[in-house]
């Protein structure tokens, strides 16, 4: 400890960034979960004052982190992983079961999930075995096993099933790329990914035509003076060809015909009014309420405790994963342009704050946390404007729920107590 | 690169978001959406729609509460059943099977228990509703009938359906609408309109406290009384003379254009459109195929005029200079067509302008009709002048009144007659029996009421109409005030107005007098055919008469068409003499005239071609 107290050297802006999130997160809470204007906010039988709760929680465990010695996280960080595993596969015979997903330890007073705590376990963990002095990225052996060390969690989680919290560790990927991943993987992954989707939007034929046409442009107008073989690029469009016709194959034989609704409905798929709004009323319906609730509120909102549709409960699980739609009705587009440029501040921020570390311990456990928070935000926000298919996860500081707010904060936190400790470190 | 990497797809993603935010929110955001808000629910407050008065301002149509016994299922509190039931006037079974329905409707909004209780029910239920939570009474409005006839010319209210919500935003589901007659011409005038409260819902449609504290919410406005024309004593005395018979009368007053009565038989009894019985009774009615009692005979139908359409070609022939008052046309019990004879009833001899009119001569007016073609030396011109002619009278066209509905009957041109024969391949003699009011020529009852009114007023006429005045004010479309002249000149018409006075004094309808009152009219008899099965045949001949009264100052001029009547003296003559006597006398002298046209009916005339046997047409019993 430094003689400046408990909160060192810790990084106010960011402090104050997370700090102004939580408290925008639980207004909209507020406002969407009140029913009778006449109990006090501190009345812990309504959602709102739970959460107020579960804020004071939040801020206990930031507290706490900030107690604990530096380099204890990065000492028992195998340990965490180890533990989170456990938790993990112990939830197959002892797990509760909410909404259809094994993902809860009911601790009497508090539901916890373990895949919460397996993101901050796995973040240090990936952190530590790959600053450690005899791991190379370069070598394929160590790339296997970083990559392991980040689906393994994954893998335990998909089948409770919980396939938005599985997801979110594929972000630890960004990671690797910044410790020197091969970025053409990074690269590949895209490729794949377009592929999927024009080829469910286009077809086959326009995909391969598109391709051709791709090609003859570049040989067009590439320098005389670059050479580039022509043998690999055919051999791409015919690997291309053949993943695109698999995608057909796929989407019609191994999908079910839910999964099918969903690419369908993101991807615009359905011309057919009728069968749209059926796709509406079914499949689609949060999506649907949520865009119709954003769009209401227009440039300036409809106000604080205005909005119609909040009010009405017409958002599915509004306060929760469907928050930021209470944003957008109640404060309009000056609302979400806000908290996008918060967040946007905030997450640039915490990779200048990574950047700055000497310790690659603490870099790349920055950049874990960074990825997870960017993973979550970019998935919530994405589903609930209508621009990703829908995925059950929280928005971070935002979204009600005890489990996801600690864990968040306590992520953050020990990130920001590593920073504030970064100058002994080299020491 | 790779220290950038994240940065860049943070910017990226901020972008992505801020663009998409602006995409819902600034471009499709559109600032009435709180119509199409699921969570504002609009109440509406109806204005009580407007009554119709008769032209001496007897009530027509009013308004009559009825209640409705609502439910709300998940607010009903165990109850005894069996009062319950009684006070309903329903039975236990009936109770129990719709409290299912309304159940699955919605267990949360109110669905109807029991349509429309009489006035007697409600007034026991009333007292004892507090018991039975969960129930309440909706009151509504309904149209009221202060009379039993004019229906076609009243008109109906209905829900608004599919086309109505597409095409006019005002309307809701549910709301009512004026369908035909009065009811759909002064929709808006009549309706008012309604006024509008926001409510907060929540997603299970519960209210949950006034939107915006009531900020946008309006108050009805109360829909306007109108007078019509139609007298009413006059429509009711009409409709019991159409007693078992079907056709048109159309009585109109010629100095203003304002229709008297526009009678349709076979008719029905407006309140029949009303309460709880409604649907039978519109099915009934709409599946009536034969006697078609919802199709207005008195602006729809239209039949050839016969011979009220002489006194027509004659003032063409005056107008035109082809023949003088004096002029005399030989009739051979009728006249040759090239070497065939075509006959005649009048009893043959030297006709003059007077005594063919009262006589009804058809020879002197094939003569009459063959010297205005001869006028010229084409046919296609004498045709021109001749359409022009008859057009300035109302026919062969939309008379414009403001009846939502009617029919342009016809007057052939020269196109028509080139359709049907070729070009230059036919002559006067083709068409000669429009001289007759035969042959091509066919006119709805309003037009020949409307004729009859331009021959009264001596060579113009005002657009029919029912409309008299809206609200306190007078105030009407002034097309209904100005006058449409013929191209008659006024000269021309006096002594066709005493050939048809002569009609009543020494001609086809002698025996129809009225005393005190000078009559001019015209008789016509229809020859007419109809296909059934396949076989053309003919049946009895149509009754038409029209006629005005006084010849001097005319007050009504009236038109009636009889189907099936025979001769024009007979059912139509009969018909128009004691609708003129009602009208200006308010009584009836020819107590035997009227006995006899309240009591016959023309049923067995009509059952004629459907019986399967061979029958005999006109026959004169009566």
Redesign the interface.
């Known amino acids: 400890m430094s003689g400046r107290g408990l909160f060192g050297r810790i990084d106010w802006l960011t402090v104050f960034l997370y700090l102004f999130l939580v408290l925008i997160g639980w207004v909209n809470i507020y406002s969407t979960t009140l029913s009778d204007p006449n109990l006090s906010i501190f009345d812990f039988s309504t959602l709102y004052g739970k959460q107020l709760l579960f804020i004071g929680m939040a801020i206990s465990g930031v507290l706490l982190v900030l107690f604990i010695e530096t380099n204890f996280f990065e000492r028992f960080a195998s340990i965490f992983y180890i533990i989170s595993i456990v938790l993990l596969l112990g939830l197959f015979p002892f797990g509760r079961t909410i909404a259809g997903a094994t993902s809860w330890y009911d601790l009497g007073f508090f539901n916890l999930q373990p895949s919460e705590l397996a993101k901050v376990a796995t973040a240090l963990a990936l952190a530590k075995f790959l600053s450690d002095i005899q791991t190379d990225i370069k070598k394929p052996k160590h790339q296997l096993f970083a990559v392991i060390i980040i689906l393994l969690p994954a893998l335990l989680i998909l089948p409770q099933p919980d396939p938005g919290s599985a997801l979110i560790y594929f972000s630890l990927f960004?990671v690797l790329?910044?410790e020197?991943f091969p970025?053409y993987y990074l690269a590949i992954l895209l490729f794949l990914v377009i592929l999927f989707a024009t080829t469910l939007m286009f077809g086959t034929v326009w995909v391969a035509i598109g391709l051709a046409v791709l090609t003859v442009l570049v040989y067009t107008f590439k320098k005389a003076s670059t050479k580039i073989p022509f043998i690999p690029v055919l051999g791409i469009i015919v690997v291309a060809v053949l993943y695109s016709l698999s995608v057909n194959f796929v989407y019609e034989n191994v999908f079910e015909q839910r999964h099918r609704d969903r690419f369908a409905l993101w991807l615009s798929l359905e011309k057919d009014e009728s069968k749209l709004e059926e796709i509406r009323k079914t499949i689609g319906y949060n999506t649907y309420q949520s865009?119709k609730a954003?769009?209401?509120?227009?440039?300036f909102g409809k106000g604080f405790l205005?909005g119609?549709?909040t009010?009405?409960?017409?958002v599915p699980e509004q306060h929760t994963d469907y928050i930021f739609s209470s944003v957008?009705e109640e404060w309009?587009?000056v609302g979400?342009?806000t908290v996008?440029?918060l967040?946007?501040i905030f997450?640039?921020r915490l990779?200048h704050l990574a950047?700055r570390q000497k310790s690659e311990f603490n870099r790349m456990f920055g950049?874990g946390v960074?990825?997870i928070l960017?993973f979550h935000?970019?998935i919530n926000?994405?589903m609930v404007?209508?621009?990703l298919p829908t995925i059950g996860v929280p928005l971070p500081f935002f979204s009600y729920g005890g489990s996801g707010l600690i864990f968040f904060s306590m992520l953050l936190f020990v990130f920001l107590k590593l920073d504030s400790n970064r100058l002994k470190d080299g020491i | 690169?790779?220290?950038l990497?994240?940065?860049s797809?943070?910017?990226i993603?901020?972008f992505?978001?801020?663009g998409?935010?602006?995409y819902?929110?600034?471009f499709?955001?559109s600032?009435d959406?709180t119509f199409e808000?699921?969570?504002?629910k609009a109440i509406y407050d109806y204005p009580e729609r407007g009554y119709i008065y008769d032209r001496n301002g007897e009530l027509l149509v009013g308004n009559q509460p009825a209640y409705d016994v609502m439910v709300i299922p998940r607010e009903v509190k165990p109850l005894d059943t069996l009062e319950f039931c009684g006070l309903l006037g329903i039975d236990k079974n009936t109770f129990v099977e719709k409290m299912e329905k309304a159940r699955i409707y919605s267990p949360r909004l109110p669905s109807v228990l029991v349509h429309q209780l009489s006035k007697e029910d409600y007034a026991r239920l009333q007292e004892k509703m507090r018991h039975f939570e969960g129930f309440y009474i909706q009151k509504r409005s309904l149209r009221y009938y202060a009379t039993n006839s004019a229906a076609n010319v009243l008109g109906y209210i209905s829900e608004v359906g599919e086309w109505d919500l597409k095409n006019n935003p005002y309307y809701r589901a549910g709301e009512l609408k004026g369908r035909t007659g009065i009811e759909k011409q002064y929709e808006e005038i009549l309706r008012g309109r309604k006024g509008v409260k926001f409510i907060?819902?929540?997603?299970f449609n519960r209210d949950?406290g006034p939107?915006?504290d009531g900020k946008l919410d309006t108050l009805p406005e109360q829909g306007k009384e109108i007078q019509i024309t139609v007298d009413k004593a006059l429509q009711e005395y009409g409709e019991g003379l159409m007693h078992g018979k079907r056709g048109g009368i159309v009585a109109l007053e010629p100095k203003s254009g304002e229709i008297l009565a526009m009678i349709s038989g076979p008719t029905y009894d407006p309140s029949l459109l009303v309460g709880r019985q409604r649907s039978n009774n519109y099915s009934t009615l709409h599946y009536d195929t034969i006697s078609k009692p919802t199709w207005d005979r008195s602006i729809l139908a239209e039949p050839s005029p016969g011979s009220p359409f002489k006194i027509l070609n004659a003032l063409v022939a005056l107008q035109e200079g082809v023949i003088e008052p004096s002029t005399t046309f030989k009739c051979y019990h009728g006249f040759y067509v090239g070497s065939t004879l075509r006959g005649c009833h009048c009893g043959g001899g030297t006709r003059d302008m007077n005594t063919g009119i009262f006589r009804s001569c058809n020879a002197y007016f094939a003569g009459t009709f063959r010297k205005i073609y001869s006028k010229y030396p084409t046919t296609d011109e004498g045709m021109d002048v001749w359409e022009k002619h008859m057009k300035s009278f109302g026919l062969g066209g939309y008379l414009g009144s403001d009846l939502p509905t009617g029919r342009p009957g016809r007057i052939p041109d020269k196109a028509y007659y080139d359709r049907a024969y070729g070009d230059n391949r036919w002559a006067s003699s083709f068409i000669i029996s429009n001289a007759i009011g035969q042959g091509e020529v066919a006119a709805t009852p309003l037009q020949l009421a409307n004729m009859t009114a331009a021959i009264a007023n001596r060579g113009y006429y005002y657009t029919p109409h029912v409309i008299k005045s809206v609200g306190n004010k007078g105030a009407i479309d002034p097309r209904y005030t100005e006058p449409n002249y013929t191209t008659i000149n006024r000269k021309h018409f006096e002594p066709i107005i005493e050939g048809m006075a002569n009609v009543y004094k020494y001609g086809t309808a002698k025996w129809l007098q009225v005393p005190e009152i000078e009559i001019a009219g015209k008789t016509g008899t229809v020859e007419n055919f109809v296909r059934i099965n396949g076989e053309r045949m003919q049946l009895t001949d149509h009754s038409i008469f029209v006629a005005f009264a006084p010849v001097e100052n005319p007050q009504i001029a009236l038109a009636v068409y009889i189907e099936n009547g025979y001769y024009g003296a007979r059912y139509a003559g009969h018909i128009a003499s004691l609708l003129i006597e009602k009208y200006i006398k308010g009584e009836i002298t020819r107590k035997d005239l009227e006995k006899r046209m309240l009591e016959k009916t023309l049923e067995h005339e009509y059952a004629k071609p459907f019986s399967g046997e061979p029958f005999n047409i006109n026959e004169y019993v009566w």
Do not use: C, H, N
């Not at chain 2, 808000?37 to 504002?40: L, R, V």
């Open positions: 960004f790329f910044r020197g970025l865009e954003i769009e209401s509120g227009g440039f205005e119609t549709r009010k009405g409960d017409f957008g309009g587009f979400t342009g996008i440029l967040f946007t997450f640039l990779i950047e950049y960074i990825s960017l935000y970019f926000i994405g404007i209508g621009l | 690169m790779k220290k990497l994240l940065s797809i943070i910017v993603i901020g992505t978001f801020i998409r935010l602006s819902l929110q600034l499709r955001f600032p959406q808000d699921p969570a504002i907060q819902k929540d997603r949950i939107y915006k």
